[in-house]
C-alpha cells in the first residue's frame, strides 16, 4: 500500500492540510508505512504539514462547524485547550474574518504569559510571516494584515465597557474573580461584523456562569482530559500528579474536565457562596489577615495558607484577598503575609502556630517588625472551628468580594476527617478572630 499525499499551494490555515490524511490515521500505520509516507512528501510539503494545525489537532481542539455564537473549551490541566483558543483567533485572523479582537485572561499577567506569549500562545503558534507584535504601553496585538487583539483583565470589568469586537477569546471563565459582571460587558461588546463569535477555554468548576453557557442553546461544547494530550507532557508530571488525583473529585474535575458539584457532605455550599457574593464591601471596621503556615518548606512544601478578610460596619464577615501559595520557604511565605497585610491596611495577622511555635511568629517579624501578630494553636478539631464558620455563611453573613475559585474548591470538597486544606484553615482563622471572638477598641471606619 502507498500514500500519495495531495500536494496544495494554499495557507495551511484557510484550506486543506497538505497531504490528505491527518495525524491520527498517520499514527495508526506501522512505521514502516510511517516511514514511507514521510520519505514522499516534498520539502514544501513537509513545511506545509508542519505549519498545519488541523493535521495535528484532536478534533475537540477544532472549531465545530454551525452557527454557534459561543464555543466553550473545557479541558483538564495540560490538555491543550489553550491551544485550540489560540489557533481559533489565529485561523480567523488569517482568514479576514477577525478584525478586531478581545482577549481576556483572568489578569493582565495571565493573558500574556499564556494567551500571547506563553508555549501555547498566538505569538508562540504564529509563523514568522504572520506573528502578531505586542504593544506594552496600549495593550494590544497587531498582526501584519492588520487586524487588532485587544487585552483585558477580568479583574477589571469595567476596562470592557465601550469597546467592541467582532471575536473574542476568553480563557480559564471559571475562574475569573469578577465573572459574571466581565462576562457581560464583554456581551455587550461583541457586536461588530455579520457573525461575532466568541471561544472560552477553562477547566470547569460549577460556577453559576459556567453553566448558564453549556445549557445555552447557542453554545458547542466539547471535551478533554489531560491525558489526551498525554505526548506532550512530562512523565513526571503523569508519575506524580496523576497518581495523586486520579479518581478523587479534584482529580475529576482538575484532569478529567468533569463538572463537579459540591460535596454533599461538604460544610460549605456554593449556593450560600454565589448568594453572599458582592463586587466590593463598602465600609468596614477591622481587617485580619489569617495564616496556616505549612509544616515543610521547599519546592514540594504544602501551601502556606493567607486570607484576609475583614468585618463590615453592617456586622458582616468579607473576605478580601486569597494569596496562598505551595512550594516556599518560611522567609518567602512571609514576605507574602506582609505583602497582603500592607496591601489592606490590616489591623492583625492571626497565626497557627501548632506546626512552627514560635518560629511561625518570628519568621513574620522579620519583614513586619510593628505589626501585631496573634499566634493561636489548634485545640480542638477542625470540624468544631469550622462548622461555626459555615454556619455564618448560611446565614448570609459571610460574603466573598469577587471570586476565589481555589479557596472555594476547598471549602465546597472539604468534610470534617478529610486532609487539612490550608485554605480554609486561613479563613477560619482570620473569620473567627473578626466574628466570633472580637477584640476591645474604638473601630476604625475605612473604605474599601
Known amino acids: 500500500m502507498t500514500l500519495q499525499p495531495t500536494r496544495q499551494d494554499a495557507s495551511p490555515r484557510t484550506s486543506g492540510c497538505a ?52 464555543w466553550l473549551v473545557l479541558g483538564g490541566r495540560g490538555a491543550g485547550k489553550t491551544r485550540a483558543g489560540a489557533e481559533w483567533v489565529a485561523a480567523e485572523v488569517a482568514a479576514g474574518r477577525a478584525g478586531r479582537i478581545a482577549l481576556i485572561g483572568e489578569t493582565l499577567a495571565d493573558a500574556r504569559e499564556v494567551m500571547i506569549d506563553g508555549p501555547s500562545g498566538l505569538r508562540t503558534i504564529a509563523r514568522e510571516d504572520e506573528k502578531p507584535r505586542y504593544e506594552v504601553t496600549r495593550k494590544r496585538l497587531l498582526w501584519p494584515n492588520g487586524a487588532v487583539a485587544y487585552v483585558f483583565s477580568a479583574g477589571e ?31 455587550f461588546g461583541l457586536r461588530l461584523g455579520e457573525n461575532p463569535r466568541q471561544v472560552m477555554t477553562t477547566t470547569p468548576r460549577p460556577v453559576p456562569v459556567l453553566k448558564r453557557l453549556i445549557a445555552d442553546k447557542t453554545t458547542v461544547t466539547t471535551r478533554a482530559a489531560t491525558a489526551a494530550n498525554r505526548a506532550n507532557l512530562a512523565d513526571g508530571f503523569f508519575r506524580a500528579v496523576i497518581a495523586r488525583y486520579e479518581g478523587t473529585r479534584l482529580g475529576r474535575q482538575e484532569l478529567d474536565a468533569e463538572l463537579i458539584d459540591d460535596n454533599p457532605d461538604a460544610l460549605w455550599k456554593r449556593e450560600a457562596i454565589e448568594r453572599g457574593r458582592v463586587e466590593r464591601a463598602v465600609e468596614f471596621v477591622r481587617v485580619v489577615v489569617g495564616v496556616d503556615p505549612p509544616a515543610t518548606s521547599g519546592a514540594k512544601s504544602d501551601e502556606c495558607g493567607i486570607v484576609c478578610a475583614a468585618l463590615g460596619a453592617d456586622g458582616h464577615g468579607y473576605v478580601l484577598d486569597d494569596r496562598s501559595m505551595g512550594g516556599l520557604s518560611p522567609l518567602a511565605w512571609a514576605k507574602r503575609v506582609a505583602g497582603c497585610y500592607r496591601a489592606h491596611e490590616a489591623d492583625r495577622i492571626v497565626a497557627e502556630s501548632n506546626q512552627g511555635g514560635e518560629m511561625v511568629g518570628s ?36 460574603h466573598h468580594v469577587g471570586a476565589f475559585a481555589k479557596l ?22 482570620a473569620l473567627t478572630e473578626l466574628m466570633l471572638r472580637g477584640e476591645a477598641g474604638v473601630p476604625r471606619m475605612r473604605r474599601l
Open 408 to 429: 472555594e474548591d476547598q471549602l465546597c470538597d472539604w468534610v470534617p476527617g478529610g486532609k487539612s486544606p490550608d485554605r480554609l484553615d486561613a479563613l477560619v482563622w
Open 157 to 187: 470589568p469595567e476596562s470592557l465597557r465601550g469597546p467592541q469586537f467582532d471575536a473574542a477569546w476568553g480563557d480559564e471563565l471559571a475562574k475569573w474573580r469578577y465573572a459574571e459582571a466581565a462576562w457581560d460587558m464583554l456581551q
Open 19 to 70: 497531504p490528505n490524511l491527518n495525524s491520527g490515521l498517520l499514527a495508526s500505520l506501522p512505521p514502516p508505512m510511517r516511514t514511507e509516507f514521510v520519505k514522499g512528501l516534498t520539502r514544501k510539503e513537509v513545511r506545509l504539514l508542519s505549519d498545519d494545525w488541523r493535521f495535528w489537532a484532536r478534533e475537540d481542539q477544532l472549531a465545530p462547524e454551525g452557527g454557534w455564537t459561543t
Open 363 to 398: 519568621v513574620m517579624r522579620q519583614e513586619m517588625p510593628d505589626a501585631p501578630i496573634r499566634l493561636v494553636r489548634a485545640t480542638r478539631g477542625k470540624a468544631v472551628r469550622a462548622e461555626p464558620i459555615a454556619a455564618l455563611y448560611e446565614r448570609g453573613l459571610v
